[in-house]
C-alpha cells in the first residue's frame, strides 16, 4: 500500500477489479483492495466488473450485472455482457482509474480484453490509468498461432500467440506501443511493478501487494 497511496493521493477513483485483486496484510491475511483502501478513507466513486463478476462469483460467460457491492456499498457498473465498455457518464466524476487483475496469459481470457476497452474509454476522457501488476503463472513459455484479423472477438482481440507470456502490465505497455486503441489513442499508463518477478519462477504470495 505504501506504493499505491502517493500514486492515489486524493483524487477520486474508479476500480477495475475481482476476486484477484487482493491485499496481503502485515498479519498475512488477505484483504479485497477496495475494502483496503476504503478503510485508508481513499474516494472510491464506483468499482468495475469484468466477467465472473467484480468478486469472483459469476460462472464463466454468465451474465454479470451492474448493482450494487453488498460488502462496500458502491456502485458496480459491469464491462461483460452488451456493455463492454465503460460510458463517458460511467466515469463521471473519477479521475483515476485503478485496474487491479491478475491474468494468465491466455489470449482468450476476457481480462486483457476489458483492459483494452478501460484504457481506450479512459484515453478517450483524458484519465490516467493505473495498473497494479501481477506475476503471469504462464510467464515461462509462449505457444499457439498469432491470432488472424477476421477472427477478432471479445475472446481474442489482438494479434498475439494463445499464451502471449507477458504480466498485465506489459500488455496494457503493448496495446499502447502497438496503437491497437481506437483512432491511436494512447492512453497515460502509471504501473507499479512486482517485486522481484522473474518470470522463470513460480509465482508465490510474497509477491502479491
Not at 507477458?166 to 500488455?171: G, L, N, R, S
Not at 494512447?186 to 519462477?201: A, T
Request: some cysteine.
Amino acid at each position: 500500500m505504501d506504493l499505491i497511496l502517493p500514486k492515489i493521493g486524493n483524487r477520486t477513483i474508479g476500480i477495475v477489479g475481482n476476486q484477484t485483486s487482493v491485499v496481503k496484510r502485515e498479519n498475512g491475511e488477505y484483504t479485497h483492495l477496495v475494502d483496503t483502501l476504503l478503510s485508508r478513507q481513499v474516494q472510491i466513486t464506483k468499482v468495475f466488473a469484468p466477467e465472473h463478476g467484480f468478486r469472483g462469483t459469476a460462472d464463466a460467460g454468465e451474465t454479470v450485472k451492474s448493482g450494487k457491492d453488498p460488502i462496500s456499498g458502491l456502485p458496480v457498473i459491469s464491462l461483460y455482457g452488451s456493455h463492454k465498455k465503460p460510458t463517458a457518464e460511467d466515469l463521471k466524476d473519477i479521475e483515476l482509474m485503478i485496474f487491479d487483475i491478475q491474468d494468465v496469459g491466455a489470449r482468450f481470457y476476457t481480462y486483457i480484453s476489458t483492459m483494452h476497452y478501460v484504457m481506450e474509454a479512459c484515453a478517450e476522457q483524458g484519465i490516467p490509468v493505473l495498473i497494479l501488476d501481477r506475476p503471469n503463472p504462464n510467464g515461462h513459455y509462449i505457444d499457439g498461432p498469432i491470432l488472424e484479423k477476421q477472427h477478432q472477438s471479445f475472446v481474442g482481440m489482438h494479434p498475439v500467440p494463445v499464451v502471449h507470456g507477458m504480466t498485465i502490465a506489459e500488455y496494457a505497455r503493448m496495446i499502447n506501443g502497438e496503437n491497437w486503441l481506437k483512432n491511436g489513442l494512447q492512453c497515460e499508463l502509471q504501473i507499479i511493478e512486482i517485486k522481484n518477478y522473474d518470470r522463470r519462477e513460480w509465482p508465490t504470495s510474497d509477491r502479491i501487494k
